[in-house]
C-alpha cells in the first residue's frame, strides 16, 4: 500500500494544475470524417438482387447490418442506412428488398431484426437509397429469424408500380396502394401461415398482368392468382410427400415437415418457374430438400433435384446423410434454361454443400463445388486460399479462419489447410442479369463471386474472387488501442475472433490460434504494449492449455494459450468474462464476470461468486485467488504506469490492488466521493499512474488522480456518459481527450451521441452526426497515439473511426457519408 500513497500526493498537486488549465480552454469544434474499419463481410448476407434493366444495380441484404447497394465506379458496396440511430437499432436488419422494375431508381426496405419487436418500417427512396422516407410497419418483421435466408417477401406490382405486396411472419399477405405507406391485409389468401417464418416469397409474374406466385414455407404452401389477389389457387402437383427414396436410412433423422416446404422461387422467361425446397426454414437445421420446376404452360411439374444420375462430376461418395435441402436459386435473364441452385445444411461433410449450374433448365446439371476445389479434398469444396482476395488483389486471408480446430459443422475454417471452405448457408446467389458469366454467392462471412462461370461447363474451375468489399457487418465486442506497436487498433467481434489491424483500410488476417467464435475481452501491458491478453468462448478441448484465453507477447503476432483457465470458464462458457495485465505485462487479473455491451443481445448468466477475479504470474499455470475482493466483478482494469496495480468497481465499493492482485483494498464508494451505487469499467489513463474516469450514467463523468481514493465530477448537471474513453490530447492541453457516449448537460442541443472533450469534461462537442449513427455503438475507444480519433464499434455495421476532417472548417459540419450518402 505504502507505494501508492506516496504517488497519491504527488498526483494531488498535478490535478490542481490541471484543472487550472482545462476551466478556461475548451473543446474546438471540428468537423468529423468517418470511415469502415476494413474487415470486409464477417457476417450473414442473407440476398443479393439485381434489376432487371439496370446493368450493375445490385443490392445485398444482410441479417442485422441492413442493405447495402453495389457501386461499380467505387468498386464497393455503399451502406444506405447508417442514419439508424441506438433508439432504433432493431431496424438494422432487412427482412426484404424490392425494387421497382419499371424505375431503377426507387428502391423499397422492409426492415425489423426480430419478431419480438414491433419496431419495424418501410424505408422507401427514390434515388437508390441515397435518402429515404421512412413509413412504420403495422406488422412484425425478422431479418434476424429463422427463415431469412429465403426469397424476398417485398415485391412491387410491375404493371401498377404504386402496389406492392408483402409476405409477411405472422400477419399474412399484406398489400400497399401507396408505397409502402399504409398496408391492408389481402384476407382472401388463403393460408396466412402465421408460424413465425410465414410467407416467404412474392413473384409477380412480368408478362401476366394479375399473376402473382405466392410461397408460404409450409408443405403444399405454394399459391396463385391470375387475377390479382381475388382468388387463389393452391398450384396443382406441387410435392405433398417426400419421395420415399430420399429416406435412405428408415433409421436416421427424418424429415421435419410432411412434405417439402417452398423456400425460394424463380419465374423464367420462358414461363418456368424453379422452386427450391427444404424440410425446415433454414438457415440451419435443414436436413431434407430438392428441387423442381413447374412448367406455368403446360401445368407439368418435373423434380429437376441434382442427384448422382444427372450431375458432373458425380457426387462425391460417401455423401453426407442427410443430404440437406435447397434454398439458393437464380435464374439467367437471358437464357431460362440457364439456372444454378445451391444445397443448404449438408454439413458436417463430407461431402458439403455445392452450387449446381444447368444449362437446360434442371436436367443435367454441373456441381460447380466440387469444380472449383483443387483435387484431393475429400469432399470439403473450398477455393484454394490464393482466391481469397478482392479481384484487384487486396487479401481476405481471414476466410482461412487459421485452419482452426473448432466449428466442425456450420461456419468457418475448412479442415483443408489451404482451402477456404466454399461456403456455408449459401442462400443468396445471384446470376447477374446483364452478365450471366458473372455470378454471386453470399456464405454467412462473405460473398464470392466470378466472371467465368461458364468454365464450368468445359467441366474446369471458375476462377473466383470475394466481392464483399464495403459490408461490414461485424457485431463490435472489444477494441484497444495501445500507445504504440504496429497497430492503433485491436478488435474481438462476434463470431469471427478479431484482428490486428496493421492497416485500417485492408482487410487484416484474423488473430491466430486459438480461435474463439466471439472474441469478448482485451487488454494491452501499459508499460509493455507488445503484451496483449484476449479472451473468447471457444469450443474445442484444447491438450495443451485453455482455449479460452491467450497471451502474446510480440503484439499478437504469435499467440501462447494461458495454461489453464480460471475456475467458471471452460469449453462451455459463452463469454469469458473480462482479462487485464498489468502495466509490466507481467501479471493477469481475470473474472469470469460478463462484460455485458447489450443486453438484447447477451443473456446474463452471474457468475458464481466462490472468489474475487483471479490473479496469475505464470500465464495461468496457477491462479490464486484473492483476498479482500470476494465476488467476480467485471469492472475490472490495470493501471497503465504503476506496475501491480489492478482496479475494480463492485455495488458501491472502490477496490484497489497494488501486489498484482493477491490482494484489494477496499473502499465504500460514498467514502471516496462516488455517488453511493457506483457501478462502471475504470478508464485508465495511458499517462499517468492512479488517474482514472468512470462513465457513471445520468450521474455524468467521475475522475481521480489519486488512485481512486477521491473521486471529483468533471461535467454538469444533467451529463449522461453511458461509455467513456480516453485518446491522445489536444495540441497545447494536458489532459487526454475524452470521449463519452451519452449526452453533456441538459440543453436540446445535446442530442444523445458521441461527444470529445479536450478539456477533461468541461466542455464538449459532438462528433457523430445524424447520418453517421449506425444503429449505435457497443464500445467507443480513443487512440493514444491520433488527437480526436474515436473507434466506434457498432452492434452489426462493423467498427467505423472518426477522425478529425483535415481542412474542413467545423462550421461545414461533418463529411457526408460514402458516396454522399
Ligand atoms: C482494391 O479495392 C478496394 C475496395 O474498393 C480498395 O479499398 C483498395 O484500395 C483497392 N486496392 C488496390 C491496390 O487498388
Ligand atoms: C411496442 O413496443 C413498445 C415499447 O417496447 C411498447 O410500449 C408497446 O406496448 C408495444 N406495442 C405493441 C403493440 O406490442
Ligand atoms: C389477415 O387475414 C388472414 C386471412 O383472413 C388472417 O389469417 C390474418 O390473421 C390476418 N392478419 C391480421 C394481421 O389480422
Ligand atoms: C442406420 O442404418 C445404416 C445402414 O444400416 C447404418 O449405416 C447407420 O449407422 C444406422 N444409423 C443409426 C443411427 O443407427
Ligand atoms: C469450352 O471448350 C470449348 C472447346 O474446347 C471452347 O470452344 C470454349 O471456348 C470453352 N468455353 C469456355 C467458357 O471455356
Ligand atoms: C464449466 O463452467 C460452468 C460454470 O461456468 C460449470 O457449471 C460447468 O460445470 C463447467 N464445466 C466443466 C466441464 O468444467
Ligand atoms: C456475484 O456478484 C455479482 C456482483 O456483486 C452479482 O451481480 C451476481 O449476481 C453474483 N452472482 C451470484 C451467482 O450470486
Redesign the pocket.
Known sequence: MKGWLQRVAVRLTVALHVTGVAAGAGTAKHAYQFNSVAITGGGYITGIVGHPTEKNLLYARTDIGSTYRWEQQANKWIPLTDFIGPEDENLLGTESVAMDPTDPNRLYLAQGRYLTSNQTAFFVSEDRGATFDTYPAP?AMGANELGRNNGERLAVNPFNPKELWMGTRN??LMKSGDRAQTWS?M?S?PD?A?NGIGITFVIFDPENEGTVYVGACVPGGLYRTTDGGETWESLPGQPTEWDSSLLVYPNETQPQSTAPQPMKAALASNGALYVTYADAPGPWGVSYGGVRVYNTISSKWTDITPTADNTSPAPYTPQAFPAGGYCGLSVSMDDPNTVVVVSLDRDPGPALDSMYLSRDGGRTWKDVSQLSTPPGSGGYWGHPIAEAALANGTRVDWLSFNWGPQWGGYGAPSPVKGLAKFGWWMTAVLIDPQNPDHVMYATGATIWSTDTISHADNDTAPSWYVQAQGIEETVALAMISPRSGPANLFSGVGDINGFRHDDLGAPQPMLGLPLFSNLNTLDWAGQTPSVIVRGGPCGHEYEDGCGNAAYSTNTGTDWVKFATCIPGVNTSSTNPGVITVDASGKHVVWTSAMNVLSPTLQAVTPPANDSGPYASHDWGKTWISPRGLTVQTSHLSADRIQPKTFYALNEGVWYISTDAGLSYKAYKAKDTGLPADAAADPIVSFERAGEIWLALGSKGVYHTTNFGRRWKCITQKGTVAERLTVGAKAPKKKTPALFIRGHPGRSQKTPHGVYRSDDNGASWERVDDDSHRYGGFNLIQGDPRVHGRVYLGTGGRGIVYADIAPGRPAKQGNVPGTMGI
Open positions: 406488422f400477419a399474412g391485409n384476407t389468401f396466412a402465421a
